[in-house]
Structures are given as C-alpha cells and as structure tokens.
C-alpha cells in the first residue's frame, strides 16, 4: 500500500474518543456532508452474561435476560421512549446479541433532542412486578415466532450440538420457560452490573461534533453517575470435544437443511481474536464462497440453495465456524464439503483465491467506512472487541496464506464437528422438541 492510500486509510478511519472519570467511553466520528447522525448507545452485556458475582453475591439470570432487558429499558414512569422519538422523527431500535446490547437512533435533525431522549431513558431503569408480568407475555410471542424459523433453529441446534454447557446453547430470548423466572429483582441486579459507566460506551457518526455530544451527556447527568461496586464474571467450563455429534428434527420446511459446525479453542487476547475472526472469515469464503469450485458445483448442480454459505462466531469462550443452508441432499452436500475441506487442509488454499478473498474483505471494511450507521456501529462494535477500525485493516493487510492453511490444520478438524439435518415436516410425522 502506498503512502497516499496509507493517509487516506487513516483519515478514513480516524475518530475522537473521550473518557468520563467513572469510565463511559465517548467515540465520535464526524462526518461533514452527511446529513443524517447515527448513535449507539451500548453495554457489554448480552445473552452469554448469564452468572455473575455483584459485589460478592453470585447472580445467575435466566436464559434471555439481557433481550428481556433490552425491551424493558424503553419504559419509563413517564412513558414509552419510542413515544419520543416519534415527536422527532427520529428512527429508533435497539438489539440485543451473544456479548452486546445497544441502543440506537438515526435522524437528520433534532439531535440533541434524540441523544437527550436516548440517553435519558437507557439511564433510568424502571421496573414493577406488574410491567414485567406484561413483557412476559409479549415476549412469550416473539420467541415462539423464532421457534418457527428454520434458520435460527438450525443455528441453536447446531450450538447445542458444538457445546455442552457455554450459554451459547440457549436462544438469545431464552424460552417461555426462562423469562418466566425473570423478576424486576434480577433485572435491576443486571443493571447495576452491567449497565454501569466503565461497562459502557456511546458512539455517534455523521454531522456532529464532539461539543455536541459531550453536551448531551452533560445534560443527562452521566458524568455524576459513579460505578456501583465490583462485578465479575463467571466463566463456564467447556470441554474441547463437542456434546452430540448429529441431531435431525422435522419442521415445515420445503427443503432440507443442513448445518455442519467446527468448534474451535477460543483466542486468549484481544489481538489474537481479531486475527482469528478475520482468518476464520476468510476461511469460509475460501471452503465454499461463491468464487470456490465447490460452491459452483453444487449450485450449478441444484444441490443447494444461493444463499448457502458459511459464517463465524467468536465470543468469550468460544469460537467456531459453520457452513450451511437449504439443500435437497445433505448426507451428500455434507460428503463434498468434508471431502474439500480434507482437500484443503491436506494441499493449502489457492494462492490466487486467497488474494481474491482477501481483497474482497479489504473492500467491504472500507465499505463500511462510507456509511453513518456502520461507522458508528463498527466503533462500537470495535470498542468492546478491544480494537480500532484501523486495527482491522493492518491485520487484515498483515494476514498470509499461511495464516489460512494454518487455521484450516487446527479448526476444521472433522473430529470436532456437528452436524445438523431438519426434514421436511411432511416427510418426518410430527416435530419433535429441539
């Protein structure tokens, strides 16, 4: 890379960040032109932070807690903050993952108005026995709604065969059956764990300045606001050989599909994770992305849908990668994709296609430079990752085919793999429980 092209890197990937006493971590890009301002509001706190001890007490929260919480942190004494945002205008949401939940908002005027709303109500938790009661039965719905999907069932069919006991094997909205035990005393225990100053950070992009920013959080009173004690988490222990090597249930689909997973040894630092999500990233294009012979083949052959593909997951205490997807024929669709696999493991990856893939990824982290929303979910996202958007981009630009072939060696270990198979409904009788 060029001088030039390295100072464009930078300016592209440039931000001011500021820290609070009590630890909130403020991150702004300022993006003259642009129109519109995107906002993150953020906790590390997601559906894996299940046990913990809160100044010395151990908590441990239902499967789903952290979504639950999601939901529950719009409502106030004086109302529903998405009430607001209407009087803005601004668009809001909010989503809760594996090791995150974040509160956003995107508008192109009246932004101190919607940082003001935004980090008014994420700021005052307020719960009774009566509203949780409520968002029991509401969320009650929406899980039932996942359990109707054959993509997110197949995925937490295939965590729960790749692990025996990391709470990636339960759903990030948990069951009826969790949430049921969810009272406003877990919910406010989680709150002061979780979301607290140094646990927290507020990222905004586009057509703001810092000033701006800084006075918002100024107004919300968030520089007073002091830690509230120690928290830690308590890791869970996972064996290195998966818990149920295949597992098969019927639903109303119309075609099969097929997941098979690798469990691999999660990275011990910072640095070594971002080099094995962006390696395990690569790795999935290069084994059957749709430049791979293989990927041709059985497209080109009506054994698998478009959308087949692969994808990684690497979060505390885990780190893994699965290929799957809709496919008339898994038992064989599986055969070649363990057979391309044996073949790549045994000869290394195409030098060619390697260079291919990872240009590819070059450009698409640069895409995401050009966009207020990914700007500002990517520092966030970045931040509690324990990196910097310029970071990616060095060691994407530092990564070697030797990299790949390694991480081909030590993580899609046919030994260490699950696979997942749902049938048509029609064909099977009457679904099982997964």
């Known amino acids: 890379m060029n001088q030039p092209e390295n100072d464009a890197i930078r300016a592209a990937t440039a931000f001011e960040e500021h820290t609070l006493p009590n630890g909130l971590k403020i991150l702004v890009k300022p993006m003259p032109g642009f129109t519109g301002v995107h906002a993150v509001y953020g906790t590390r706190f997601g559906s894996i932070d299940r046990a913990f001890l809160l100044n010395g007490q151990r908590v441990d929260a239902p499967a789903g807690t952290a979504h639950f919480l999601e939901h529950k942190m719009f409502e106030s004494e004086e109302g529903d903050a998405f009430t607001l945002y209407a009087k803005t205008g601004a668009s809001a949401n909010a989503y809760t993952s594996f090791d995150k939940t974040c509160y956003v908002f995107t508008a192109s005027s009246r932004v101190d ?21 409520k968002e029991q039965g509401i969320i009650g719905q929406e899980i039932k709604m996942y359990d ?16 025996a006991n990391h709470p990636l094997r ?38 703001v300045t810092m000033d701006e920013v800084l006075a918002a959080v100024e107004r919300a009173g968030l520089a007073a606001v002091p830690n509230k004690g120690a928290v830690e988490r308590l890791p869970v222990e996972e064996p290195a050989q998966v818990a149920e090597p ?34 395990c990233d690569m790795l999935t294009d290069l084994v059957c992305g749709d430049m791979t012979a293989l990927y041709r083949r059985l497209y080109d052959e009506g054994l ?52 291919l ?6 450009g698409s982290l640069i895409a995401d430079l050009e966009n207020v929303d990914d700007v500002a979910s990517g520092l966030i996202s970045s931040y509690f990752k324990g990196w910097t958007p310029a970071q990616e981009l060095e060691t994407l630009a530092a990564i ?35």
């Open 304 to 355: 698998i849908s478009a959308d087949f593909s692969g994808e990684t997951l690497c979060v505390d205490g885990a780190l893994n990668v699965m290929f799957g997807g809709e496919t008339q024929e898994p038992e064989r669709v599986r055969g070649l994709l363990l057979e391309q696999i044996a073949s790549l493991r045994e000869q290394g990856v195409d030098e060619e296609l390697f260079t």
């Open 113 to 133: 108005e919607n940082l003001d709303i935004l980090l008014g109500f994420v700021s005052r938790p307020y719960f009774t026995e009566a509203t949780v009661e």
């Open 400 to 434: 070697t085919k030797q990299d790949v072939d390694r991480a081909l060696r030590e993580l899609l270990d046919e030994a260490r793999s699950a696979t997942v198979v749902i049938r048509p409904a029609a064909a099977q009788g009457k679904e099982e429980n997964v």
């Open 246 to 279: 295949y597992r098969e249930f019927p639903m109303a689909v119309s075609k099969p599909m097929l997941a098979v997973a690798f469990k691999g040894a999660p990275p011990q630092s910072g640095a070594d994770t971002l080099k094995a999500m962006l390696v």
């Open 357 to 362: 893939c990872k240009n590819q990824t070059y």
């Open 148 to 163: 109707d999907s054959p993509d997110w069932r197949l995925m937490f069919a295939a965590f729960q065969c790749l692990y």
């Open 170 to 207: 339960d759903d990030i909205a948990g069951s009826v059956q969790t949430i049921a035990g969810i009272t406003p005393e877990v919910l406010y225990q989680c709150t002061d764990a979780f979301y607290r100053p140094e646990n927290m950070a507020l990222a905004v992009a586009g057509n």
